[in-house]
């Protein structure tokens, strides 16, 4: 399974972006869809998640009421809409695909086995 991010951009503060990512392949059985954020230097970190039967959705708390998740099943795509951005949202973003059952919350990254390449954004102040 492939995955390709897209969405990103230099945004100012208080705007929004929408990211998407599209699995390449025929057939896409995922158990949960997730975004991570990476800032140079720093850990990559959950931002948020949805279980691929659209049961549940999962925000890391600094963007609740922000982000909204949401998957596409037979476009075999997941987005991420991020509204009212901060600087500190500024960080490369990259889906994964969860394909393995996990006794988890699928927002840890070793749950996920495939990642897309990631997207750049940028929040100026």
């Known amino acids: 399974v492939q995955l390709q991010a897209s969405g990103g951009g230099l945004v100012q503060a208080g705007g929004s972006l929408n990211l998407s990512c599209v699995a390449s392949?025929?057939?896409?059985?995922?158990?949960?869809v997730g975004w991570f954020r990476q800032v140079l230097g720093k850990e990559r970190e959950f931002v948020a998640r949805i279980q691929w039967d659209g049961r549940g959705v999962r925000y890391v708390d600094s963007v609740k009421g922000r982000f909204t998740i949401s998957r596409d099943y037979a476009k075999k795509a997941a987005y991420l809409q991020m509204g009212s951005l901060k600087p500190e949202d500024t960080a490369v973003y990259f889906c994964?695909?969860?394909?393995?059952?996990?006794?988890?919350?699928?927002?840890?990254?070793?749950?996920?086995?495939?990642w897309g390449q990631g997207t750049q954004v940028t929040v100026s102040s």
């Open positions: 994964a695909a969860a394909t393995k059952y996990s006794t988890g919350d699928y927002i840890l990254q070793r749950e996920y086995d495939f």
């Open positions: 392949t025929h057939t896409f059985s995922a158990r949960a």
